[in-house]
C-alpha cells in the first residue's frame, strides 16, 4: 500500500473544467496518520470538492478525475500555491489534464520515486 507525507495544514488548489480554484486543505483529524496518508484517505478529502472524483487504483496510488467525461473537462493544479502538490507526487509534471472522447480528465502522478519534501 502506497502512502503520501502530508502535513496538517498542507493545501490543494484545483480548478475543475476551468471552473473556479477550490482550496482543499489536509487535516490531521481527516487520517490516521496524516504523514502516512493512504489513498482511500486522501480520496475520501479530494471528492468533497465540486466536480471532481478521487479513487485509489488496484496498486494503492491516488489518482484524480473529473465527475463529467468528454473533450471539454480539465483538472488544473496550481502547483505554486499547492503545498501537498510534492507529497502527492504532482509537482514534477505540468498539473493539467485534459478529458477526450468519452474519459473523464485524469490527473496522475508522473513520478515512480520517491517525491521530495518539505522540511518541518
Avoid: C
Amino acid at each position: 500500500m502506497r502512502t503520501y507525507a502530508l502535513h496538517a495544514g498542507d493545501v490543494l488548489f484545483v480548478s475543475v473544467d476551468d471552473g473556479s480554484w477550490q482550496e482543499i486543505e489536509f487535516a490531521a483529524k481527516d487520517f490516521r496518520d496524516i504523514g502516512a496518508a493512504t489513498a482511500e484517505e486522501l480520496a475520501a478529502v479530494l471528492s468533497k470538492a465540486e466536480g471532481l472524483t478521487a479513487e485509489a487504483d488496484a496498486d494503492g496510488q491516488l489518482v484524480l478525475r473529473t465527475s463529467a467525461a468528454g473533450g471539454h473537462t480539465s483538472i488544473e493544479v496550481d502547483l505554486a500555491r499547492s503545498t501537498a502538490a510534492a507529497p502527492l507526487g504532482l509537482a514534477g509534471g505540468e498539473g493539467r489534464a485534459v478529458g477526450g472522447g468519452l474519459r473523464a480528465a485524469r490527473l496522475r502522478s508522473p513520478n515512480t520515486e520517491l517525491f521530495p519534501l518539505r522540511r518541518g
